[in-house]
């Protein structure tokens, strides 16, 4: 079982609605990341924070705001998304975020549908 | 600049057939690390292996199995007697200092009955 868990699974919402997708991870890691996949891609890195610090934004579009309440969890509010943002949402952590060699671990992904 | 290229888009074998799939990258750095993940149709990527540069000893997982050859830049992942269950999509990825993880494209793995 994924240690890795993300709410809600699916998600649809309209142009100018609010949202917020959530990712809590239990193993102790204190780097989590934010990637979006959509389908037949790979995942695409977003945002990164470590110790609770946005360490790198992949200049991601400021309709998507990511948030770190604490170590073990991140959110990640949406709001006036556009069609194309439809996609598959995954949340992954890692031990520090400090270092390349770091495996990363995922949650089960949002998957979102803008309308 | 780095780069991952798994040149098979997709796969379909026959239940208990063996099959590679395979993994090329491309890096200048001596020190990296190379990764296998499999999705399957849920969404979440599970983490298989990683293996960093300076171990080339392949590695047996159960079914599973990984060639590591830097003389030729491959990280091959071999699923012997395939199973329904591992239908995927199975993602090779490398990260190398200073940079963030590589995800090469993918290859969607069907396993028929």
């Known amino acids: 079982d994924t240690e890795v868990t993300q709410t809600p699974k699916h998600l649809v919402m309209g142009m100018t609605n609010k949202k917020s997708l959530k990712c809590e991870q239990h193993m102790g890691h204190r780097a989590m990341y934010w990637y979006k996949q959509k389908a037949k891609k790979p995942p695409e890195l977003m945002f990164v924070?470590?110790?609770?610090?946005?360490?790198i934004n992949e200049s991601v579009p400021s309709r998507f705001s990511p948030e770190c309440p604490n170590s073990s969890l991140l959110n990640l509010h949406l709001h006036a998304l556009q069609p194309e943002d439809s996609a598959l949402y995954l949340c992954?952590?890692?031990?520090?975020?400090?270092?390349?060699?770091?495996?990363?671990?995922f949650g089960p992904g949002t998957r979102l549908l803008v309308l | 600049a780095q780069k991952v290229t798994q040149a098979q888009t997709e796969i379909s074998v026959v239940e208990k057939e063996d099959v590679t799939l395979d993994c090329v990258y491309e890096t200048r750095d001596t020190t990296y690390y190379l990764f296998w993940y499999k999705q399957p149709p849920s969404g979440e990527l599970v983490f298989l292996i990683r293996?960093?540069?300076?171990?080339?000893q392949n590695e047996i997982s159960g079914r599973y199995s990984w060639n590591f050859q830097k003389s030729t830049s491959s990280f091959n992942f071999t699923i012997t007697a395939s199973q329904v269950v591992d239908s995927a999509v199975y993602f090779c990825?490398?990260?190398?200092?200073?940079?963030?993880?590589?995800f090469g494209k993918g290859t969607r793995l069907h396993i028929l009955p």
């Open positions: 924070y470590s110790y609770e610090k946005l360490s």
């Open positions: 293996r960093n540069s300076f171990d080339e």
């Open positions: 990825a490398l990260s190398e200092e200073g940079d963030k993880i590589i």
């Open positions: 992954a952590s890692s031990q520090d975020g400090t270092g390349y060699q770091e495996t990363q671990y």
